[in-house]
């Protein structure tokens, strides 16, 4: 007995010196976790920049409704948000510093971390209105861990700086041909990146469209200064420019989010089901792309009409506003179309989501137009947005020919104002995160759906409130911001400067 103690201890102490041996030579370099390459960074950040399709906010952009309370539902009962940009913004804040060691090789890393800057600080700014931003980020420097609450307009005026800075930065690294690795996206093309910074811009600056007439914002003519001179300012313009999360289905951290873990596709999964703020107006104006996302209802499919997947009839929406226990019974009563999962589901890849694409770009463009901030042809960015967007679904070019004759361009004014804000609700199906609901927020279009599931009293909120945390850890500042924009109430209903 004692002999076999005698070896079992021998082999732990073999062990453990084999053992130190290894953490010996990790810790040769021990700061390494503390250094990380740019482009390391880089990676990081485009791993947690994107939204995703078929969540919650697909829901309340009213794209699609579910009709199980255990699942979740649409109610629209939400108040606080989260902070959550700000882990990203402390890692854009290292790559600079790290961009700033390596020199000449790391100027492209610089120059897209002021983009990432403006690209987080964006999504908080949208989602509350004041939030901390010229004070932020600054607690290991200076020792501020209460940073202000910027004034939302204050904010956007420094995303525009942000977003000008980065295009400036970017413009001799494109002439140069320079490349950057860790770029998942467009495989270190930053030709592309410039475009995806640029149309971003126009994104923010049409966001404003309710502060157009300040004139120290200068929002008309930065919109008309970027789209008259896309030699300095390019643009995506194009789907092969398209800033876009490619699930490659190699792995299940990558899968497209429909796919099952266990890789068995449930077809008739009823919970699938297509909201009427979108199906409708794809029905109204005979949108082949509905045809292309969605199938038709059961009760079409059983009626005996042999022609009835080319019928729009066939196809129906249940409306967001429904109680879930109506929506169910429409849905076994196969009342209720179910997406496509043919399309959607046709491998482990599905289907790209566009973060930015080239038919937001038209289309902000074609409203800016409408609106009257520069001149140009607004017919023709109207037709080209809707034929991006077309041309992503795989749409063939007579459908689209055939739309375009059946849904012309009605002219600069609010009737083709809302045929172009209708089209870029349709082409934001499962992309972009929250921008149609910011867009229904911003200008009432397309009219969404309230009813009798609405939990915010028959009204759709403007905004979420402030997180809980920042009660605790930056009072003063917070209860300040809340009193200067709401009167005190932190509220999903208080009105930001930005929609007032």
Known sequence: ?????????????????????????????????????????????????????????????QYMVLNFEYYGGQSYNWTTGSFGEFDQLRNVVRMEVESEKAGATGAPYAALAKFFKAYFFTRMTERFGDIPMSEALKGTSNGNFNPKYDDQKLVYQQILNLLEESNNMLSPLVSE???????????????????LVNSFKLRVLTSLSKRANETDLDIKKQFSEIVNNTTKYPLILDNSDNFQLVYNGNNRTNNYPLWPADGVVVKYDNR??????????????????LMVVAWPTDSARKSGDLDYAEKFTSYRGGLTGDLQSTLQKQTIDGKLSMINFDYWMASPSGIPCVQLGAYETHLNIAEAINRGWLQGDAADHYRRGIKSSMEFYGVKSDAINSFMLNNVYQGNNSNGLKQILNQKYIAFFQNSGLQAYYQFRRTGIPQFDIGPSNANNNAIPVRWAYPTSEYTVNEGNIKAAIAKQFGGGDTQNGMMWLIK
């Open 1 to 61: 007995m004692m002999k076999n103690i005698t070896i079992k201890l021998a082999l732990v102490l073999m062990v453990s010196v084999i053992s130190c041996k290894k953490i010996d030579t990790l810790q040769q370099d021990s700061a390494a976790i503390y250094n990380a390459k740019p482009q390391l960074i880089l990676t990081g950040l485009l791993l947690n920049c994107s939204d995703s399709p078929w969540s919650t906010d697909q829901r309340h952009n």
């Open 177 to 195: 041909g320079v490349k950057i690795d860790g770029d998942f996206y467009y495989g270190g093309n930053l030709a592309k990146w410039q475009k």
């Open 272 to 289: 699938n089901t297509l909201a009427a703020t979108y199906v409708n107006i794809a029905k109204q104006t005979k949108d082949p792309r």
